[in-house]
């Protein structure tokens, strides 16, 4: 469905991540697809962030992090193609207070996961450039697990999910100062902001009713 998208007139395209464990697609779709984002990421360089989502970490880090879908049979070939490709995949993507992540971050988890790096103290805002911080964190095999915490709501033993697994009951109460978020994860008949002009979440995992693609002006 990315393909139908006008993506020719962006000047930045990012996706959110969970490209594996369709229920609509054969598994040589799924590989299919994965390989054609790829390739259109290699293609258009830094005009272009792949995230990576709940569905994706399962096989990227395999057999760390299991998520239901998952598919013993093409787990040899996606890990392979998640692997020879991790360099391409991030955390998180920022521009200015405009924040995306595959499930979002909540206030709860940030003041956590900075508890935890020693940085209780810290307050992060947009000028900090949460989504590096995040994207460090990421390289850090002994910390990368805070990232991919699941909470209660989706199972979890964490007290709340982390940007690759919180779920919108923990996102949409516990709004992050200063950010306006972009996520999916989560499906939803249709985009939904919420929040207003000092902080928000905006949800966009609509695929699963029809076609369409969130598009964002960020004023310069």
């Not at 879908?69 to 996606?78: C, D, I, K, M, R």
């Not at 003041?111 to 460090?136: C, I, K, W, Y």
């Amino acid at each position: 469905m990315w393909r139908d998208a006008p993506l020719d007139g962006a000047d930045h395209v990012v996706f959110l991540g969970d490209y594996v464990d369709s229920m609509l697609y054969d598994d040589d779709e799924i590989i299919s697809n994965l390989e054609a984002i790829i390739r259109y990421k290699k293609k258009n360089g830094n005009r272009v962030t792949l995230l990576v989502g709940n569905h994706d970490i399962q096989y990227l880090h395999y057999p760390l992090y299991p998520c239901s879908g998952f598919n013993p049979a093409v787990q040899p070939t996606l890990s392979k193609l998640f692997r020879e490709n991790q360099d391409l995949f991030q955390i998180a993507y920022q521009q200015g207070s405009v924040l995306y992540t595959h499930a979002g971050v909540s206030a709860t988890w940030l003041s956590r996961l900075l508890s935890h790096t020693g940085q209780s103290e810290r307050v992060l805002s947009p000028a900090d450039n949460l989504a590096g911080f995040l994207n460090d964190l990421y390289q850090h095999t002994t910390m990368r697990g805070y990232l991919f915490e699941v909470g209660p709501k989706r199972g979890g033993s964490a007290p709340t999910g982390g940007p690759v697994w919180a779920d919108r009951t923990e996102t949409s109460v516990d709004l992050l100062a200063g950010f306006h978020q972009i996520v999916g994860h989560t499906p939803t008949p249709a985009f939904q902001t919420i929040g207003n002009e000092t902080a928000s979440i905006t949800y966009t995992d609509i695929l699963g009713s029809k076609t369409d693609f969130f598009r964002l002006t960020i004023p310069t």
